[in-house]
């Protein structure tokens, strides 16, 4: 299995749409902080083959696939194996109740040289390639098939996840014999050992059924042979007899139940004939056809003088004139009244309204002139004021004026010195321009008040109007409407005459429903009258024709008593002549059957000389029965003492298929031969891994085991040896790697599977190296891809083993989501 590109969406870390492509990658290294997802991009290729992933713990996990707050998760992971491309996707849903299950999962073979970048643009279903699998179940079965590895060796030797990578190093013997028996296929063998003890006791139950059945036929020997052989010769003489003097049974027979059906037939007819009756209504069914017939005659005509006085008062009706009309033109001579009486009264509400409206006029104007004359004192009070404050300004330089000085405001020689005022002008002015402006302030009131009257009215007064001109159009239209029409008076009496005619219509249709109904009714006793005669006539018909054989004479159609006394007479005649013929055919059938008691006596004797009890009513089938079961007697003991010949053959059979079941499980016991397969295996890794670890280690160690337990062996102490536990973490490491590069390399040829192993990625311990031993750790795997022949990828966030790696892909993470970027080749 190489991988090619993988797709995530809502993958865990990966909330947002993420892109791998491994396309001509040989040797790559995915790093990035601690926690930034790189070992979450190997869990998605796990995910996306096994539907689960090592550090979730439980195969059921599925939640844990699942970004947080995200409701769907997709993985689409594109491989090859075996030179074949495949694309496998897998889709979990989160439903409203926060149940997680795999909604879709598919495997499909892409077809040769297909163009990935397809995947970036939308493709569809004729693109695709071959499906291979469409559900979870059938996903899981076809991986298999596919990489040729189950889940749990796939994560021991392609995708060693964190926490596993040691795992087999440091296992107890029991458990890593486990990990082996798994990892090789090699329970196939323990599952041999179990279909072969299956077998074996299947075997030794088909001996013993076997055995039940041949001591069961027993009774197959040579005299029961000949015994059936006698019998049957037997009942082939009394088979004969019976053909020799059955036709003659027959013969007396048919003769029996011709006399007997003769009798029977004259018994027959001289019943069905004495069993005539004349009904008791013959007579009366006429006479009341004939009375209901005229009873609808009657009923017709009052009918049809109830439609011509209801279709009369129909004319005189439409004649009268549209109701509708005059109904309407009365009510529009009630509404001119009503529109006449309201046009007065509006009319006087405009007079009214126009005349508060002068009034209010007249005082606005009046209150616009008050405010004016105030304004203009408000404003002579303001000039007053400012010139008191001139004055009290001059004033105040007086008490400094000398007569002979220069006027400080005029520069002029002041000749006498004027009078100081005793009290300031400005206090006044500005007393006056009070009073002014609270008068001025009191006239724009009253003018605003006034206003808003003067603006009411106007509004009162234009829809006074506006319903005034609504009024006369109104009545404009209404005399234009009633020009030339009718007085209400003359009106109205039109109306009662109609009204009149209506009710004598209703009283008309009344009673032409009457007289439909009388005619229904005598119709209907006409009907059931005219039914009862022709059922009459139907059962005389029938009790004639029943009697047709015997010639009955013709019937009067006319009259239905007389034609019932006629055949009635005919009867009784009819009966008497057969009662004189019943003595001879008595006498007939007695000496048939005298016959009949003669001829079957003779078969019973020769039932009774053959064994067989007396015969019944067919002695030839009877006699055929026995000599059959006879015959299929001596042929079935024929067939068992075959059948046991037969048994005997494959009981010795069974029996050496028993004895090979059982030797070929005491063979295959687990102690034996599946302990010398797993040593076998565990050397052959141990000799893998030891020299890849003697690389690794500069030389100081070797790998080896002793009864399942690892060791090394120390070069550099004189060969001592040392239980891997006591190994320091980088030690720990190189021996770890030196085994998962070995299961991986030669688990293909060790395993019973056909693994595709085309690469190999690790995910632990590059941290706890020394500069020296991570050289030699980067040196084996750049060795490792060197070759060509598979992927090598790493998890590492240590920089001096990341820059030695051509292909890396950078993972970071910020808080909404992770993401990837390729560096490098």
Known sequence: MRPIRLDMDGFTVFRQPTTVDFTDTDFFALIGPTGSGKSTILDAITFALYGTVPRWGDRRAIANALAPSATEARVRFVFESAGVRYVLARVVRRDGKGAVTTKHAGLEALPHGFDLARFDTGISAEDMGTVLAGTPNEVDLAVQTVIGLPYEQFTKCVVLPQGEFAAFLHAKPAERQKILVNLLGLDVYGQIRERANTLGGAADAKLKVLGEQLAGMSDVDDAALA??????????????????????????????????????????????????????????????????????????????????????????????????????????????DRLAAEAATVHGTVATAEREHAKATGALGVARTKAKDAMEALEAAREAYQTAVAVDRATALRPHLRVGDDCPVCTQTVQVLPETPHEPAVAAAKAAGDAARKRSDAAERVVAEQDKVVRDLDRGLAAAKAHAEQVDARLSTLDTALDGAPAPEALRRDLDAIAKLHSGLERAGAEVRKAREAHRKAAGAADK?????????????????????????????????????????????????????????????????????????????????????????????????????????HRRIEERRAEADRLRGHRDEVAKEAQVAKALAQHLRADRFERWLLAEALDTLVDGASSTLRELSGGQYDLGHDKGEFYVVDHHDAGLRRAVRTLSGGETFQASLALALALSEQLAGMSTSAASL??????????????????????????????????????????????????????????RTARVERIGL
């Not at 004969?240 to 027979?253: C, E, T």
């Not at 009459?536 to 034609?563: M, Q, T, V």
């Open 227 to 336: 015994a059936a052989a006698a019998k049957a010769a037997a009942l082939r003489t009394l088979t004969d007899g019976v053909d020799r003097i059955g036709p003659q049974l027959d013969d007396a027979a048919k003769l029996a139940v011709a006399a007997a059906e003769t009798l029977t037939g004259l018994d027959t007819e001289i019943d069905r004939l004495t069993r005539l009756r004349v009904p008791a209504d013959a007579g009366t069914l006429a006479a009341g056809a004939a009375a209901a017939r005229s009873a609808v005659t009657a009923a017709v005509d009052g009918a049809r003088a109830a439609e011509e006085r209801e279709e009369k008062l129909r004319g005189e009706l439409q004649a009268a004139g549209d109701q509708t009309a005059l109904r309407r033109l009365l009510d529009a001579h009630g509404e001119r």
């Open 529 to 633: 009258a005219e039914d009862q005669l022709r059922a009459a006539w139907k059962a005389f018909d029938a009790a004639r024709d029943a009697l047709a054989a015997f010639g009955p004479p013709p019937a009067d159609r006319d009259d239905l008593a007389d034609a019932w006394a006629t055949l009635t007479g005919w009867a009784g005649t009819a009966a008497g002549e057969r009662q004189a013929r019943r003595p001879a055919a008595v006498g007939a059938v007695q000496d048939a059957e005298a016959r009949v008691t003669t001829v079957r006596d003779d078969l019973r004797a020769l039932f009774a000389g053959a064994g067989l009890p007396a015969p019944g009513t067919d002695p030839a089938r009877e006699a055929a029965v026995a000599l059959e079961r006879a015959e299929a007697a």
């Open 758 to 815: 085309e690469s190999i990625v690790l995910d632990e311990g590059f941290g706890t190296l020394d500069q020296s031993t991570l050289d030699t750790v980067a040196a084996t795997l750049e060795a490792l891809a060197a070759r060509g022949d598979r992927m090598v990828g790493v998890v590492t966030h240590v920089g001096a083993l990341a820059e030695r790696i051509p292909v890396r892909f950078e993972v970071r993470r910020d808080a």
